[in-house]
């Protein structure tokens, strides 16, 4: 009888060592980060970085439709939490006027346009990455590629101070054609490695770096919509591609459907056109329904991927 005893006892506590290293066990893995089955239950928040398409605090330039009823412009990314199981969960962190390499600095810093960041001049990495610090884990939304044209162009400008070309190949002849295509190249590769600054940095804090191209522009030319975005897009492509890591190819599905919807006439019902101060339209921020459409297109495109982590935020 007391050995009965005993061996329940001793079962019981084997049991209950076993359960304790499995509790232990458990509680040290870092799930959110993981792609284990824990992982589609857990809910993570989201950071967003980027331009005036994904945040913009106010219309600046007192934008009006062709009655002069006043435009609300709002990002998509100002929307997402409507989408998403938890809204508080959602932390847009991203600049008007900002790019992949000014976003690294402040806007002071960066000496941008003042009327561009107005009141979200705290909006640039080092906050976003002090929220992020705070969190532990998540996913990184990652949307450049709007303002980089211009902002690189400046960076590389073809020709010096002098009007001579700038001898990018370094070959000393100066030639207008293959140094413009070296800058061309600089200017990409530029692009590129500001990406993956965000990117090492996302995963050295525990967070989901997940690439998203720009929107395109709703410029009608010849009856249809062009790429107003040239390459960008397609270089945040294979850069996701040789990281690794999911990408959302949100412009070529604005692109598809912004023509779409001209085809069928629906294109100023779902973005009215807005004008500024100057009478010159505006082709690429939304209102809220155009921001509420952006943010479906974004959760539609996320679920096709069945690996997708972002799709498992939405509702």
């Known amino acids: 009888m007391i050995q009965k005893f005993t061996f329940s006892i001793l079962v019981a506590l084997a049991l209950s060592a076993c359960q304790s290293s499995s509790e232990k066990t458990v509680s040290s893995l870092n799930l959110p980060h993981n792609s284990t089955s824990s992982d589609n239950t857990t809910q993570l928040p989201i950071v967003l970085i980027g331009p005036s398409t994904v945040y913009i605090i106010s219309d600046l330039d007192n934008e009006h439709h062709a009655d002069n009823t006043p435009c609300q412009l709002i990002g998509w990314g100002d929307l997402l939490a409507d989408e998403t ?10 600049r008007a006027g900002s790019s992949a390499g000014s976003y690294l600095k402040s806007p002071q810093e960066s000496n941008e346009n003042p009327r561009l960041y107005g009141p979200n001049r705290d909006h640039y990495w080092a906050k976003a990455k002090e929220q992020m610090q705070k969190l532990g ?3 990184l939304l990652i949307q450049f590629g ?9 960076q590389f400008p073809l020709r010096d101070t002098n009007g001579d070309i700038i001898d990018y190949n370094h070959d000393g002849k100066r030639d207008l054609k293959s140094d413009n295509d070296a800058r061309w190249q600089l200017k990409y590769d530029t692009f590129a490695k500001n990406l993956k600054f965000y990117i090492d940095e996302a995963k050295q804090l525990n967070f989901i770096p997940i690439l998203i191209t720009s929107p395109n522009a709703r410029m009608v030319q010849n009856g249809s919509i062009p790429n107003s975005r040239g390459d960008y897009p397609k270089i945040m492509k294979q850069l996701a591609q040789k990281e690794g890591i999911e990408v959302l190819d949100l412009h070529q599905k604005t692109l598809d459907e912004y023509n779409n919807l001209h085809t069928n006439q629906q294109l100023n019902q779902l973005f009215p056109p807005c004008y500024r101060t100057n009478n010159s339209r505006d082709f690429i921020h939304f209102e809220k329904k155009g921001a509420q459409q952006v943010v479906k297109w974004i959760k539609e495109l996320s679920c096709k991927n069945p690996q997708s982590r972002i799709c498992k935020e939405f509702r």
């Open 146 to 154: 709007g303002n980089d044209a211009h902002h690189l162009e400046r």
């Open 137 to 139: 884990h998540g996913i």
């Open 85 to 94: 199981l938890k809204g508080a969960d959602v932390y847009n962190f991203a």
